[in-house]
C-alpha cells in the first residue's frame, strides 16, 4: 500500500508537466503513464555513474575530515563500503572497487542545513527586499500557504530537496510548518524519501488559513506508516513554536515518540517562556533552538546548562531584521557552542551554504573588528574559515543530534560527501583547501555528492533527476498557487502586493 502511494504522487509529476497553468483538475492519466513518471523521478533505481552494489573508491583527492583523529590529507583516499566509511589513507589499494577519480577536488562532508522550510521550493525569491518578518509571513505563511494542496506540498518538499544536494547538502531539517493534514504530511515525507537526500522531517501546525488540527497527534501514525527504523535517510521529528502555549504537551508527544524538537527562538522575550520550561526540565538536548538572537545572559545560561542545541542564521537574521540583526554566531561562540547554521528559507534569497558561511564569517569578523576599533579592550577573536567550516559540517551534525552518523569523514561514519573541483576557473590554483571552501567556493564548483553511500550527483550533474520534467512540475504547481491567491507575477517587483 505504501509503495502504491508513493507512485501516485510521482504520477502528480507528470499531471504538473502537462496541464496548463493554473487551477486544473486531473484528468485521463493512464497507469502507463503514472508508471513511467516513477521510474524517471526515482533516483534510487538511477545510479548510472557508480555502481551501489560496488564498493566505492575516491582517489587522489584533497581530504578535508573535520575528524581530529583522521586530520587531514594533501592527497589521500576514501574507500566506501555500502553506507559507510570503511578506510582513509594516503593511498588504499581496493582490488575491485568502483574507482571515481578525486584528483584536482576537495573532498569533505556533505553540508548540513539545520534548519529550512522545506516546502516553500515553489516561492523562491518571491520577495526578495522583506525587510521584515511581517513581510516574509505575508509573502508566504499568510497567503500562498493557504492554498497548498498535498501536491503542492511534495512538489516543494521534493524541489527544495534537489536543490539541496546540487548545492552539497547532503542533510536538512525540514521545518514543516505547513502540515494542514494527514495527505500533506504524507506528501513531505514520500518528497524526501524520493529525493535521496538525508534530512529529519519536523512536522508542525500552520501558521494561518484551514488545517485539519489533528497535529501533534498525527505524529504517531507517520512514525508508524513511515518511521519503522531510526537507522534510515529520513527521520521524524516535530516543529514548535516557543511561543505557543501548548509547548508542554506539544513537547510530550515528541519525547514519547524519541523525535527531537525544532524550535524558532530569538528576542529578550525567551527568557521569561524559556523559565518555566526550564524549571519543569523539559529543555534538553533534544531541542533544536533555531536563530537565537538577542537572548539575554540569563537564556544563554539556560541554553547552555540544558544542553539544548543552537543553529544560527546569517542571512535570514539580517534580511527579516531579526533581534540584532545579526546572527548569534559570536555570542553562542561565547558560551562555548560552536552552533550550526542554517538557511531558514528561498523566499528572499539563495539556498546554498557556501553563502551563508561567506556572511557568517565577514558579520562575525566586522563586528569583532567594531568592539576593537570602540575601545573594547576584550574584543573576540576573528574566527577561522576552519571555525565557519565546523559549524556548517559537524556543527550541524551536533545540533541535529547526528553526529556519530555525518559531519565529519572517518571509517566508521555514514558516506555523506562531497567532491569540490578544485581545478574549476574561480577555484584554480588550489592554494588552501579549508579558504577555498569558505571564501570562493560556489555551488556549480559542487562535483559529486554521496549521500548514505549512494551517488547523487556525479560530475556536476545531478543523478536520475529529469531535470526538464522537474522544472515543468514545479511551475505548474507555481502558477496554481498564484492563481488560487490572484496573483499576477511580475518579474521586476519591488515588493510584493498584499495577497492576505
Request: aromatic share 6%; proline share 4%; hydrophobic share 40%.
Amino acid at each position: 500500500m505504501k509503495n502504491d502511494l508513493r507512485l501516485t504522487r510521482r504520477g502528480m509529476l507528470q499531471v504538473g508537466a502537462t496541464l496548463a497553468a493554473g487551477i486544473g483538475a486531473v484528468r485521463g492519466l493512464s497507469s502507463r503513464a503514472m508508471a513511467a513518471d516513477a521510474a524517471s523521478m526515482n533516483r534510487f533505481q538511477q545510479q548510472k555513474a557508480v555502481n551501489p552494489a560496488s564498493r566505492i573508491l575516491l582517489r587522489g583527492g584533497t581530504i578535508i575530515s573535520m575528524d581530529d583523529k583522521v586530520g587531514d590529507l594533501a592527497r589521500g583516499d576514501v574507500l566506501v563500503e555500502g553506507r559507510k566509511i570503511v578506510a582513509i589513507a594516503p593511498e588504499i589499494n581496493a582490488a575491485g572497487a568502483q574507482v571515481i577519480d578525486a584528483q584536482n577536488t576537495i573532498v569533505m562532508p556533505g553540508f548540513i542545513d539545520c534548519h529550512r522550510h522545506c516546502w516553500e521550493g515553489q516561492l523562491r525569491g518571491i520577495n526578495p527586499n522583506s525587510a521584515t518578518l511581517a513581510d516574509y509571513g505575508a509573502a508566504t505563511h499568510q497567503s500562498m500557504a493557504t492554498v497548498y494542496r498535498p501536491h503542492d506540498h511534495y512538489v516543494g518538499n521534493y524541489f527544495t530537496a534537489i536543490g539541496c544536494i546540487d548545492a552539497g547538502v547532503t542533510c536538512v531539517i525540514d521545518n514543516s510548518n505547513n502540515s494542514r493534514s494527514a495527505a500533506h504530511s504524507d506528501a513531505a515525507v514520500e518528497a524526501l524519501m524520493d529525493s535521496g537526500v538525508r534530512a529529519i522531517h519536523a512536522s508542525g501546525m500552520p501558521h494561518a488559513g484551514d488545517w485539519e488540527k489533528k497535529w501533534p497527534a498525527d505524529l504517531e501514525r507517520l512514525q508508524k506508516k513511515y518511521f519503522s527504523s531510526r537507522d534510515q535517510l529520513v527521520t521524524l521529528g516535530l516543529y514548535s513554536r516557543i511561543y505557543s502555549r501548548d509547548n508542554k504537551d506539544n513537547w510530550a508527544v515528541a519525547r514519547r515518540l524519541g523525535i527531537p524538537i525544532s524550535v524558532e527562538f530569538l528576542d529578550p522575550d525567551m527568557e521569561a517562556i524559556l523559565a518555566p520550561l526550564v524549571q519543569q526540565k523539559l529543555v534538553g538536548p533534544d531541542n533544536i533552538f533555531n536563530h537565537c538572537g538577542g537572548l539575554t545572559e540569563a537564556t544563554w545560561k539556560m541554553v547552555v546548562d540544558s544542553g539544548a542545541n543552537v543553529n544560527v542564521c546569517p542571512r535570514s537574521d539580517a534580511q527579516y531584521g531579526l533581534a540584532e540583526g545579526a546572527c548569534a554566531l559570536q555570542a553562542a561562540w561565547d558560551h562555548g557552542i560552536k552552533p550550526g547554521l542554517s538557511v531558514d528559507n528561498e523566499s528572499s534569497y539563495g539556498g546554498d551554504m557556501f553563502s551563508e558561511m561567506r556572511v557568517a564569517f565577514f558579520v562575525q569578523r566586522a563586528l569583532a573588528q567594531n568592539r576593537k576599533f570602540s575601545g573594547d579592550k576584550n574584543p573576540p577573536r576573528p574566527l577561522t574559515t576552519r571555525d565557519v567550516l565546523y559549524c556548517a559540517t559537524m556543527g550541524g551534525a551536533r545540533c541535529a543530534g547526528l553526529a556519530d552518523k555525518v559531519g565529519s569523514l572517518a571509517p566508521g561514519k555514514e558516506a555523506d560527501l562531497i567532491l569540490i573541483r578544485s581545478d574549476d576557473i574561480n577555484l584554480f590554483p588550489l592554494n588552501n583547501a579549508v579558504g577555498t571552501v569558505v571564501q570562493a567556493a560556489e555551488r556549480g564548483n559542487v562535483d559529486t555528492v554521496i549521500i548514505g553511500g549512494r551517488v547523487r550527483k556525479f560530475r556536476g550533474k545531478l543523478v536520475g533527476v529529469d531535470m526538464k520534467r522537474l522544472k515543468s512540475t514545479v511551475e505548474q504547481s507555481r502558477s496554481y498557487l498564484f492563481a488560487a491567491k490572484g496573483y499576477r507575477p511580475d518579474v521586476f517587483a519591488e515588493q510584493l502586493p498584499k495577497l492576505i
